[in-house]
């Protein structure tokens, strides 16, 4: 099974919200930590992001 990645720019646009709010949520409300490969920016496999939001997503409110 392969697994798609998600940059932080595209988190920001699938949830309308700035850079920082990621790291933020990564610890007020159990978001997913990033995997970064070797001289890579910070990618969340997508099915970790979807996972997060079937179980939480309903306590974000925007």
């Not at 998600?6 to 850079?19: F, M």
């Not at 930590?33 to 309903?58: G, Q, Y």
């Amino acid at each position: 099974m392969t697994s798609e990645f998600i940059s932080i720019n595209g988190l920001c646009e699938r949830y309308s919200i700035r850079r920082t709010a990621c790291y933020v949520w990564r610890k007020k409300v159990n978001f997913p930590s990033p995997v970064t490969p070797a001289n890579c920016h910070p990618r969340w496999r997508e099915s970790d992001i979807m996972k997060w939001e079937e179980l939480n997503f309903s306590s974000i409110v925007h």
